[in-house]
Protein backbone atom coordinates (compact mmCIF):
# COMPACT_ATOMS: atom_id res chain seq x y z
CA UNK A 1 0.00 0.00 0.00
CA UNK A 2 1.67 3.38 -0.96
CA UNK A 3 2.03 6.03 1.68
CA UNK A 4 -0.29 8.74 1.44
CA UNK A 5 1.19 12.02 -0.79
CA UNK A 6 1.95 14.74 1.43
CA UNK A 7 0.90 18.04 -0.13
CA UNK A 8 3.94 19.71 -1.90
CA UNK A 9 4.94 23.40 -2.05
CA UNK A 10 3.49 23.13 -6.07
CA UNK A 11 -0.45 22.12 -4.81
CA UNK A 12 -0.10 25.98 -2.45
CA UNK A 13 1.14 27.41 -6.03
CA UNK A 14 -2.09 29.21 -7.34
CA UNK A 15 -3.00 30.32 -3.87
CA UNK A 16 0.64 31.78 -3.81
CA UNK A 17 -0.34 33.49 -7.29
CA UNK A 18 -3.92 34.56 -6.83
CA UNK A 19 -2.61 36.69 -3.47
CA UNK A 20 0.43 37.65 -5.83
CA UNK A 21 -1.48 39.22 -8.09
CA UNK A 22 -4.26 41.14 -5.50
CA UNK A 23 -1.32 42.44 -3.78
CA UNK A 24 0.53 43.41 -6.99
CA UNK A 25 -2.56 45.15 -8.49
CA UNK A 26 -3.01 47.07 -5.23
CA UNK A 27 0.34 48.06 -5.31
CA UNK A 28 0.46 49.17 -9.16
CA UNK A 29 -3.21 50.95 -8.63
CA UNK A 30 -1.74 53.01 -5.92
CA UNK A 31 1.61 53.83 -7.31
CA UNK A 32 -0.25 55.04 -10.78
CA UNK A 33 -2.97 56.97 -8.62
CA UNK A 34 -0.06 59.03 -6.75
CA UNK A 35 2.34 59.36 -9.99
CA UNK A 36 -0.74 60.25 -12.45
CA UNK A 37 -3.27 62.11 -9.90
CA UNK A 38 -3.59 65.71 -10.04
CA UNK A 39 -1.69 67.68 -6.13
CA UNK A 40 -3.94 68.99 -4.74
CA UNK A 41 -3.14 72.50 -2.54
CA UNK A 42 -4.31 72.21 0.98
CA UNK A 43 -7.72 74.52 1.93
CA UNK A 44 -8.43 75.26 5.92
CA UNK A 45 -12.25 75.63 4.91
CA UNK A 46 -12.54 72.81 2.70
CA UNK A 47 -10.56 70.37 5.06
CA UNK A 48 -13.02 70.75 7.99
CA UNK A 49 -15.58 68.08 8.59
CA UNK A 50 -18.66 68.27 6.80
CA UNK A 51 -21.36 67.83 8.86
CA UNK A 52 -24.44 68.19 6.57
CA UNK A 53 -23.71 71.77 6.40
CA UNK A 54 -23.91 72.57 10.04
CA UNK A 55 -21.27 74.43 11.76
CA UNK A 56 -19.86 72.17 14.62
CA UNK A 57 -20.92 72.94 18.00
CA UNK A 58 -19.47 69.56 19.75
CA UNK A 59 -16.99 67.46 20.11
CA UNK A 60 -17.83 64.07 17.86
CA UNK A 61 -16.45 61.65 20.37
CA UNK A 62 -18.90 61.59 22.77
CA UNK A 63 -18.96 58.96 25.82
CA UNK A 64 -21.38 56.60 25.85
CA UNK A 65 -22.81 55.12 29.38
CA UNK A 66 -21.42 51.50 30.41
CA UNK A 67 -24.17 50.74 30.99
CA UNK A 68 -24.76 50.36 27.05
CA UNK A 69 -21.66 48.39 26.61
CA UNK A 70 -22.78 46.03 29.26
CA UNK A 71 -26.44 45.83 27.86
CA UNK A 72 -23.99 45.26 24.25
CA UNK A 73 -22.25 42.03 25.88
CA UNK A 74 -25.39 40.78 27.23
CA UNK A 75 -27.24 40.60 23.95
CA UNK A 76 -23.99 38.38 22.62
CA UNK A 77 -23.70 36.04 25.30
CA UNK A 78 -27.59 35.17 25.26
CA UNK A 79 -27.34 34.96 21.36
CA UNK A 80 -24.43 33.08 21.22
CA UNK A 81 -26.52 31.07 24.07
CA UNK A 82 -29.53 30.46 21.60
CA UNK A 83 -26.92 29.13 18.61
CA UNK A 84 -26.52 26.20 21.26
CA UNK A 85 -30.26 25.58 20.42
CA UNK A 86 -29.79 24.44 16.72
CA UNK A 87 -27.52 21.55 16.94
CA UNK A 88 -30.04 20.43 19.85
CA UNK A 89 -33.26 20.93 17.75
CA UNK A 90 -30.84 18.76 15.07
CA UNK A 91 -30.44 15.48 16.94
CA UNK A 92 -33.13 15.58 19.16
CA UNK A 93 -35.16 13.65 16.98
CA UNK A 94 -32.14 11.27 15.76
CA UNK A 95 -32.82 7.46 16.47
CA UNK A 96 -29.63 6.47 17.95
CA UNK A 97 -30.08 9.24 20.96
CA UNK A 98 -32.07 8.89 23.80
CA UNK A 99 -34.54 11.84 23.67
CA UNK A 100 -35.07 11.84 27.41
CA UNK A 101 -31.51 12.58 28.37
CA UNK A 102 -31.14 15.38 25.64
CA UNK A 103 -34.12 16.30 26.72
CA UNK A 104 -33.57 16.92 30.07
CA UNK A 105 -30.14 18.37 28.82
CA UNK A 106 -31.86 21.25 27.45
CA UNK A 107 -34.28 21.89 30.18
CA UNK A 108 -30.99 22.33 32.57
CA UNK A 109 -29.59 24.69 29.55
CA UNK A 110 -33.01 26.51 29.52
CA UNK A 111 -33.00 27.05 33.34
CA UNK A 112 -29.81 27.78 33.40
CA UNK A 113 -30.65 30.77 31.18
CA UNK A 114 -33.07 31.65 32.55
CA UNK A 115 -31.49 32.22 35.82
CA UNK A 116 -28.75 34.63 34.72
CA UNK A 117 -31.86 36.17 32.87
CA UNK A 118 -33.39 36.86 35.92
CA UNK A 119 -30.20 37.44 38.11
CA UNK A 120 -29.40 40.73 35.44
CA UNK A 121 -33.20 41.58 35.77
CA UNK A 122 -33.17 41.77 39.12
CA UNK A 123 -29.63 43.67 39.21
CA UNK A 124 -31.14 46.28 37.09
CA UNK A 125 -28.88 46.29 34.12
CA UNK A 126 -31.85 46.51 31.66
CA UNK A 127 -33.14 49.59 33.08
CA UNK A 128 -32.14 52.46 31.33
CA UNK A 129 -33.41 55.25 33.17
CA UNK A 130 -32.67 55.34 36.96
CA UNK A 131 -35.66 56.85 39.30
CA UNK A 132 -34.17 60.07 39.74
CA UNK A 133 -34.31 61.07 43.91
CA UNK A 134 -36.92 63.48 45.10
CA UNK A 135 -36.20 66.56 45.15
CA UNK A 136 -36.96 69.14 47.94
CA UNK A 137 -36.72 72.15 45.99
CA UNK A 138 -40.26 73.65 44.01
CA UNK A 139 -38.98 74.33 40.73
CA UNK A 140 -40.74 73.77 37.84
CA UNK A 141 -38.49 71.63 35.40
CA UNK A 142 -40.67 73.41 32.28
CA UNK A 143 -38.89 76.84 33.52
CA UNK A 144 -35.59 77.72 33.39
CA UNK A 145 -33.86 78.12 36.43
CA UNK A 146 -33.07 81.79 35.89
CA UNK A 147 -36.54 82.64 35.27
CA UNK A 148 -37.81 81.29 38.84
CA UNK A 149 -35.17 82.87 41.06
CA UNK A 150 -35.25 85.99 39.35
CA UNK A 151 -38.96 86.12 40.54
CA UNK A 152 -37.93 84.76 44.02
CA UNK A 153 -38.67 87.26 47.07
Known amino acids: MPAPATPGLNDYFPVFLVVALAAGFAVVTLLASHLLGKKAKG????????????PLLTDAHV?????????????????IEVVFLYPWAVVFDHPDVSTTL????MLVFMVVLFVGWIYIVKKG???WNQPEEPSTKSVSPALPRK??????P
Open 102 to 105: IFVE
Open 125 to 127: VLQ
Open 147 to 152: AVSSSA
Open 63 to 79: RFSVKFYLVAMLFILFD
Open 43 to 54: NPVKDTAYECGM
